[in-house]
C-alpha cells in the first residue's frame, strides 16, 4: 500500500507541466574549447539537431550557458547562466533551469546536454513512465543500464535542495540525485547508443558517419 501511494503521488507530479533545459556550459577541453554545441554535423549545428529532438517534446526550452548569450542568438531560445561561481560542473546548469522554469511556471524540466545530437525522441514521455512506474522523484536515461544522470526529469520543488547541497561544496551528480532516488528509463544501446556524445574529434567524425547511415534510431 505504501508504494502503491508513492507512485499516485508521483503520477499527479508527472500530469505536469515539462521544461527542457540544453546544458551547453562545459568547458570542451577534450575538443579544444569554445561551444561544442556550436560544431558543424551533416551542415548544421549539433546543438540545431539537439534543438530539433527536444523542442516537440516540452512546453518551452532553454539554453544554460555562461559568457555572453547573443552568441546564441539565432536559436530562438532564452539562455540563463549558472548563478553559481566558478566551475561548479552539470548540476549547477541543473538548477539554473530549475530556477528558470520554476518561475514560469513549470513543475518539471527535462535536461539534456549540447552533444547529444540523436536524442529519442520520445525521451521525455519514457522518462516521465520510468518515475511513475518505478515511484521515484527523479528519473534518468540509462541504454543497457547504464545511466547517463545528465539526461533526465528534474522537479522544480528540489532547486533550494540542490542549491544546499552545491553551496556545501556537492558536486558529483550521483551524490545528489541518490539521495532523493532516481528511475531508469531503459533505452536500447543498439544499433547505436541514443546518447552517443561529441566528446572528442574523433566522435565528431564517427557522429558524421553515423549520420550517413541507416540507422533506424536517427
Known amino acids: 500500500m505504501k508504494r502503491r501511494g508513492m507512485r499516485a503521488r508521483v503520477q499527479v507530479q508527472m500530469s505536469e507541466r515539462i521544461a527542457g533545459v540544453i546544458l551547453a556550459g562545459g568547458l570542451a577541453r577534450r575538443m579544444g574549447g569554445g561551444d561544442k554545441g ?55 546548469g541543473v538548477l539554473a533551469g530549475l530556477d528558470w522554469a520554476a518561475a514560469s511556471g513549470f513543475s518539471h524540466i527535462v535536461t539534456a546536454p549540447t552533444d ?37 526529469l528534474w522537479p522544480c520543488r528540489f532547486a533550494d535542495d540542490l542549491r544546499g547541497a552545491l553551496d556545501q561544496g556537492l558536486r558529483k551528480v550521483d551524490a545528489w540525485t541518490g539521495r532523493h532516488g532516481v528511475a531508469v528509463a531503459e533505452f536500447e544501446p543498439e544499433p547505436q547508443d541514443p546518447f552517443f556524445n561529441v566528446n572528442r574529434p574523433k566522435d565528431l567524425q564517427e557522429a558524421e558517419a553515423l549520420l550517413r547511415s541507416s540507422a533506424p534510431c536517427l
Open 116 to 152: 547529444t545530437p540523436f536524442l529519442p525522441r520520445d525521451l521525455v514521455a519514457r522518462l516521465k513512465s520510468a518515475a511513475v512506474a518505478q515511484g521515484a522523484p527523479l528519473a534518468a536515461a540509462g541504454p543497457g543500464g547504464r545511466a547517463h544522470p545528465v539526461i533526465g
Open 38 to 92: 556550436e560544431l558543424v554535423l551533416g551542415g548544421k549545428s549539433i546543438l540545431a539537431y539537439v534543438i530539433e529532438r527536444l523542442r516537440p517534446q516540452v512546453e518551452a526550452l532553454a539554453i544554460n550557458a555562461n559568457g555572453d548569450p547573443r552568441r546564441f542568438g539565432g536559436y530562438g531560445l532564452s539562455v540563463v547562466a549558472d548563478s553559481i561561481g566558478g566551475t561548479p560542473g552539470p548540476l549547477a
